[in-house]
Each structure stands twice: as structure tokens, then as C-alpha cells.
């Protein structure tokens, strides 16, 4: 069975985030939404709040699963049986810092692959960091956010 982990902050999932795991279902039997809790990380949204918007936004296709983890991202990995890693590149500095954690989660994951998908024009100006911004800064975010997405109180 072909497993995948898509790891990230998710804080919150955003509209490239959720066009990123729809692309990436025919690739996968599963595909593993995972938040990876950093302890050093502030976010704006709750652990329970990134996995509401999560389970609102992409939990309800057909071979997507919600999920948590604290450990190293190679060692949740090894517990799921997941051989691969999804990631999004939108950009020359995404490729580059990416590039590295990839080499680094195979030599130390023994094999996990890490598989690229490069964002759509139209969402690669798209991050989680400029959306909080826009929350923060009371602006409407919705065109940004998965479609339907209720975002919580923070
Ligand atoms: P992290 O804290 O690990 O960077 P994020 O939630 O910000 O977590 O991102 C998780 C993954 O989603 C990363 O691989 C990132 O490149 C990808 N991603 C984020 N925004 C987009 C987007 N607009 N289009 C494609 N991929 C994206």
C-alpha cells in the first residue's frame, strides 16, 4: 500500500495546502495530513483548532486521514508504514530548503522518498504565514482558505 505523510504547521491549512493533497490523491492509497507539534513553534491556532479546519477541509475525501505526531517526522513515518513524504514547492527557496530536510529524512529515514508537487501559479503566492497576517490584521482571509472553511475563534 502506497502511504503518504503530508507533515506541516498548517496554521492555518490554506487554499494551496488543500489543492496540494486533492492533486496528490490519485498518487496515493492513503495520504496522511499530519501536524507535526513543534514545542519551540508559537502558532496562532490550537493543536485541536489546525485539526477541526483540517478535518472540515480535506478530512472527508476518500483516502485522506487526519492526524498528529510529536516524534521525528521519519519515525512517525516508520510507525504508519508510510513510505513517502508530500511536500509543495512554490518557489526557488522552498526547492532549496526543502531540498536539504528531503536528503536529510531519507538518509535517516532509510529510503523514505520525499515527492514534490510544484504549486499552481495561482496559489503560490499562497502561505500560512501571510494568511495569519491577513487574520491579524482583521482583513477577510476567505479567499485564501480551503472553500467552506469556517475559521475558529483564536
Ligand atoms: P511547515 O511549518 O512544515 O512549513 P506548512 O503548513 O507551512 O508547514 O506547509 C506544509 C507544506 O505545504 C510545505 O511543503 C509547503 O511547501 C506546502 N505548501 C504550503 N503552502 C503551499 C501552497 N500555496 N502551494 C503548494 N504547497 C504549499
Known amino acids: 500500500m502506497k502511504i503518504a505523510v503530508f507533515p506541516g504547521s498548517f496554521d492555518p491549512i490554506t487554499r494551496g495546502h488543500a489543492a496540494l493533497v486533492k492533486r496528490a490523491l490519485p498518487l496515493f492509497d492513503k495520504i496522511i495530513v499530519a501536524v507535526g507539534i513543534n514545542s519551540t513553534k508559537k502558532y496562532l491556532f490550537s493543536l485541536e483548532q489546525r485539526l477541526e479546519m483540517l478535518h472540515q477541509s480535506v478530512g472527508q475525501l476518500e483516502g485522506v486521514e ?15 508504514g508510510a513510505g513517502y513524504l508530500l511536500r509543495g514547492l512554490r518557489s ?51 479567499p485564501f482558505l480551503p472553500e467552506g472553511l469556517r475559521l475558529p475563534e483564536f
Open 92 to 142: 526557488a527557496n522552498d526547492l532549496h530548503y526543502e531540498g536539504s530536510i528531503a536528503y536529510l529524512n531519507r538518509y535517516i529515514g532509510k529510503g523514505l522518498e520525499t515527492i514534490f508537487l510544484i504549486s499552481e501559479p495561482e496559489y503560490a503566492p499562497i502561505s500560512s504565514t501571510i494568511v495569519r497576517e491577513i487574520i491579524r490584521g482583521g482583513e477577510d482571509a476567505t
Open 66 to 80: 487526519v492526524d498528529t505526531y510529536q516524534k521525528l517526522t521519519v519515525h512517525y513515518c516508520q510507525d504508519r
